[in-house]
């Protein structure tokens, strides 16, 4: 994995230079200091180019699995909201939710037990009440 940066040693320590902005937190993590005068990241102490450039490495690998990892599991969470928005279940939790949050803005909503037919054209039927459908004037928004 090639990451652009450039890793020179002194005796010193190990400095970090290139465009190294999008990885300062790696680098943190690994514990590199700032060096604003020099605008690199330095390492302190006896460790070897190669050691510190190997551990940089590593930790990129890990980050990248990890953002895999997250990106899986949102993909997963989407997925199950979407089957339990169109459960039964769902749709009712929706239908309290709404009218919970506000009335005013779902009054086309008659109550508790209506099942809405479109969200966007506001259309329900509530067989507890008697309307097979019940819509309210539609101005797009």
């Known amino acids: 994995m ?14 970090v230079s290139g465009v190294t902005f999008h990885y300062k937190d ?17 390492f302190s102490g006896a460790q070897s180019v190669e050691t510190v450039r190997s551990s940089f490495e590593e930790l990129l690998k890990e980050v990248v699995e990890n953002i895999k990892k997250r990106k899986i599991q949102i993909r997963a969470e989407e997925k199950a909201k979407k089957l339990w928005d169109a459960s039964p279940e769902g749709k009712k939790a929706r239908v309290l939710e709404a009218l919970r949050t506000d009335r005013s803005k ?8 209506s ?18 459908v019940r819509s309210h004037a539609w101005n797009g928004t």
């Open 115 to 132: 099942e809405v037919i479109d969200w966007n054209k506001m259309v329900c039927s509530c067989d507890t009440h008697g309307f097979r």
């Open 26 to 42: 790696e680098l943190k993590r690994l514990g590199a200091k700032w060096n604003p005068e020099k605008k690199l990241w330095w």
């Open 2 to 15: 090639s990451s652009g940066l450039v890793f020179t040693g002194n005796d010193d320590g190990v400095y």
């Open 106 to 113: 779902y009054s086309w909503i008659c109550c508790e037990e």
